[in-house]
């Protein structure tokens, strides 16, 4: 009796430390995981930081200025000026949902994929 009471014990153990085993290395694979996911998030961060670097850059001032005079003759910019600045009611209003000729959908703002609207 005691035989058998040592050898479902002993199996019991067996199963157990494989139990634990198989957790133990679960947990490895989540921490390599974890690992690879915050080295992919550094990664990512370093590359916003050369982004807004490069921006910061491209967008300078005197850098805009060379540009704009070098290419003065191509793009003919001009300074704004305050009548060109338009008032809100002078914007026209939102398009009417119009529906098209032989058809039962409604075209989506100025146009659609149906047939023309006269």
Do not use: C, F
């Not at 540009?67 to 939102?94: F, G, H, K, S, W």
């Not at 529906?99 to 075209?107: D, F, K, M, R, Y």
Request: negative net charge.
């Amino acid at each position: 009796m005691t035989r058998y009471m040592n050898l479902l014990l002993v199996i019991g153990v067996l199963i157990a430390a494989a139990m634990v085993y198989d957790m133990k290395h679960d947990a490895e694979r989540s921490a390599e995981r974890v690992a690879e996911l915050q080295r992919q998030i550094e990664e990512e961060r370093e590359r916003l930081q050369l982004l807004r670097a490069e921006w910061s850059l491209l967008n300078d001032p005197s850098r805009l200025q060379t540009l704009v005079e070098r290419y003065n003759d191509r793009l003919q910019l001009v300074p704004l000026e305050v009548d060109q600045i338009t008032p809100i009611e002078n914007v026209p209003a939102r398009p009417v949902q119009l529906a098209p000729i032989n058809g039962s959908a409604t075209l989506g703002g100025y146009a659609g994929a149906a047939p023309v609207v006269r």
